[in-house]
């Protein structure tokens, strides 16, 4: 090319952006034991969904429904919101970058927890805002330390809860003293993707989105509704918030089987039970084992969602990397958090029973006890 030709300038925002890094799909060319590293059902979606799904298969000539509006009128109903306040996304992924955009833009800031789910700082980035890093309490939310960051320029505070890859939770008088504190222009977006895996006390942020005009929450059919292939997260907000969101999405971001698809794993009350109490039973039992493995110097961080996030120690033969590469070589792929500035942390997904175990097995091995 000539080089008195100028090249298309990207953005610089974006050339300093580090792009998503999925969980790995693939072994090379060893068969899979267990794949624990996106936090996926282990069941597959309810199988009224998977009807529901292949009932509309044929009529995919034709666009989605672009208000998604009976998978909205269902979400309402099941959790007793307007669904004319609520906004369905290609996964809640899509939510976030619309929470952004909507909201944030050059010389806005966009603050969120050190550790918080990686496409915050993609979204931030994304928009050209300056992504704001609060530090962690011992990987969790550290509500002070977010307040304290808040400058006239934060546009929009991003918390996962339970977050993602550390699976930590915050009270729901945590959440609210967060939200208490941010400015009334600053939009608060609660990401609640492991809503249903948390135990207690739980803010979901409806009565929140409800009472005040500056909170969005986020919510997926990625996980425990087991549908993350079709793309599926919804948000809810007040209408000015919802109607900003609407002007800048994909006008038929969610497919006619998602929509589908979705609408048949709300009424599967079931399979979500099922899943859910599964979850915490093998959520419980990797915990104990990780746990019982502490003179070795691993550690188990206590986890509200569908994955334990274990560290390693920082030095020696038992590093993060050294126990990934075990667990590689017995055919079972979790999330080794070095690209996420994470390098002593692995993040395991709870499995079937058969898989939790495997992952267990192997960590033992690992550390020489079996
Ligand atoms: N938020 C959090 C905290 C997540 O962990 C994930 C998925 N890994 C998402 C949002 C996005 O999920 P999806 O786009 O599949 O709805």
Not at 31 to 46: D, T, Y
């Amino acid at each position: 090319m000539n080089s008195t030709t100028p090249a298309p300038q990207i953005k610089p925002w974006i050339e300093a952006l580090a792009p998503y890094v999925p969980g790995k799909a693939k072994l090379d060319g060893r068969p899979i034991v267990a794949k624990l590293s996106s936090n996926e059902n282990p069941f597959g979606p309810s199988p009224l969904a998977v009807t529901a799904m292949q009932a509309v298969l044929a009529n995919t000539n034709r666009y989605p429904d672009p208000a998604s509006t009976e998978l909205r009128t269902a979400i309402g109903a099941l959790h007793g919101i307007d669904p004319e306040r609520i906004i369905c996304g290609t996964g809640s992924d899509e939510i976030i970058h619309l929470v952004a955009g909507a909201f944030a833009g050059v010389g806005d800031e966009i603050l969120y927890p050190r550790y918080g789910f990686a496409v915050y700082d993609i979204a931030a980035r994304r928009v050209g805002a300056t992504p704001v890093v609060a530090p962690d309490l011992d990987y969790g939310t550290d509500v002070d330390a977010l307040l304290a960051l808040v400058t006239p320029r934060t546009r929009v505070v991003f918390l996962a809860n339970p977050n993602n890859p550390t699976g930590t939770l915050i009270s729901a008088a945590e959440v609210r003293r967060l939200h208490a504190g941010l400015p009334s222009d600053c939009v608060f977006a609660l990401d609640c993707a492991y809503a249903e895996f948390a135990e207690g006390e739980y803010e979901d942020g409806l009565a929140l989105s409800d009472a005040h005009a500056n909170v969005v929450t986020m919510r997926t059919f990625s996980k425990i509704y087991g549908l993350a292939a079709q793309r599926i997260g919804w948000g809810y907000a007040q209408p000015a918030l919802v109607s900003a969101m609407h002007r800048i999405r994909a006008p038929f971001n969610v497919p006619t089987t998602g929509q589908a698809g979705a609408v048949a794993a709300l009424g599967d009350t079931d399979w979500v039970e099922k899943t859910r109490s599964h979850t915490l039973e093998w959520r419980r039992w990797l915990t104990e084992q990780v746990t019982a493995l502490g003179n070795k110097g691993l550690r188990a961080i206590p986890s509200a969602a569908n994955f334990v996030l274990v560290e390693f120690p920082a030095e020696g033969t038992l590093t993060a990397d050294k126990a990934n590469e075990a667990l590689l070589a017995d055919g079972i792929i979790a999330r080794y958090l070095a690209v996420q500035s994470m390098p002593r942390c692995i993040r395991i997904s709870v499995g079937t029973e058969a898989e939790t175990r495997a992952a267990a097995v192997s960590l033992r091995r690992f550390a020489g006890i079996d």
